[in-house]
């Protein structure tokens, strides 16, 4: 009993900061996505092709989450946008206090988009809110089509399902369609990309759907 009320207490008060920083990303008009997936599923890749999709079009900044090292925030640097990385030091997700300090190091004037790169973990990231207008989950072909059931609250809190690596199709065990139809019986409104990062197939509509968020 002990351990589920200091639980609660943490999550509250990572919760009073998410809406302190969600407040902040309204009053700045600032579009948020916190990025979640399973190590490996090509989030970063993810982002760099969105960077070059939209960097001429939309003014992003981006914060990097990682248990250990910054190579991330070095992929992301390299495209000359403005980048902070966060290490955890071995913590399996971001909270939102580590967010709230990042963000504070970053100039945000006339940005429009900010991504949050989460730690790859489909676990624990699903609990936290960190003030993000919404959360995209990146689930690669690699990973099979039972996966939504495995970890149903990560699907069940997103609004974004980005279905990465379609390219691997012809080589793997996946049924995409399974995939689809498997994380829509845990939350059927997600809307649902199916890209390649490798062909950048899928990523044009992906970039024109976040361009009518920050439009609204």
């Given at each position: 009993?002990?351990?589920?009320?200091?639980?609660?207490?943490?999550?509250?008060?990572?919760?009073?900061?998410?809406q302190?920083?969600?407040?902040?990303?309204?009053?700045k008009?600032?579009?948020?996505?916190?990025?979640?997936?399973?190590?490996?599923?090509?989030?970063?890749s993810?982002?760099?092709?969105?960077?070059?999709?939209?960097?001429?079009?939309?003014?992003?900044?981006?914060?990097?989450?990682?248990?250990?090292?910054?190579?991330?925030?070095?992929?992301?640097?390299?495209?000359?946008?403005?980048?902070?990385?966060?290490?955890?030091?071995g913590?399996?997700?971001?909270?939102?206090?580590?967010?709230?300090?990042?963000?504070?190091?970053?100039?945000?004037?006339?940005?429009?988009?900010?991504?949050?790169?989460?730690?790859?973990?489909?676990?624990?990231?699903?609990?936290?809110?960190?003030?993000?207008?919404?959360?995209?989950?990146?689930?690669?072909?690699?990973?099979?089509?039972?996966?939504?059931?495995?970890?149903?609250?990560?699907?069940?809190?997103?609004?974004?399902?980005?279905?990465?690596?379609?390219?691997?199709?012809?080589?793997?065990?996946?049924?995409?369609?399974?995939?689809?139809?498997?994380?829509?019986?845990?939350?059927?409104?997600?809307?649902?990309?199916?890209?390649?990062?490798?062909?950048?197939?899928?990523?044009?509509?992906?970039?024109?759907?976040?361009?009518?968020?920050?439009?609204?």
């Open positions: 009993m002990s351990l589920i009320t200091l639980e609660r207490k943490v999550l509250e008060k990572n919760d009073v900061i998410a302190a920083i969600r407040n902040r990303l309204r009053e008009n600032i579009f948020a996505i916190n990025l979640l997936s399973s190590p490996g599923s090509g989030k970063t993810l982002v760099e092709r969105t960077i070059f999709h939209l960097k001429d079009k939309v003014k992003m900044a981006v914060i990097e989450g990682d248990v250990q090292t910054d190579l991330d925030a070095q992929r992301i640097n390299k495209l000359d946008i403005p980048v902070v990385q966060i290490v955890t030091n913590a399996c997700h971001l909270e939102a206090a580590l967010v709230r300090d990042a963000f504070d190091q970053l100039d945000i004037n006339d940005t429009q988009m900010l991504i949050i790169e989460n730690v790859g973990n489909l676990v624990c990231p699903a609990g936290y809110d960190l003030g993000e207008t919404t959360k995209v989950v990146v689930l690669s072909t690699t990973e099979g089509d039972d996966k939504p059931l495995k970890y149903p609250a990560m699907f069940r809190n997103a609004s974004v399902l980005i279905i990465n690596k379609i390219d691997l199709l012809p080589y793997l065990p996946c049924n995409i369609e399974t995939m689809k139809t498997n994380a829509r019986s845990i939350n059927p409104s997600l809307k649902i990309f199916e890209t390649s990062c490798t062909t950048d197939k899928g990523i044009a509509e992906w970039c024109s759907w976040i361009e009518s968020q920050i439009r609204k």
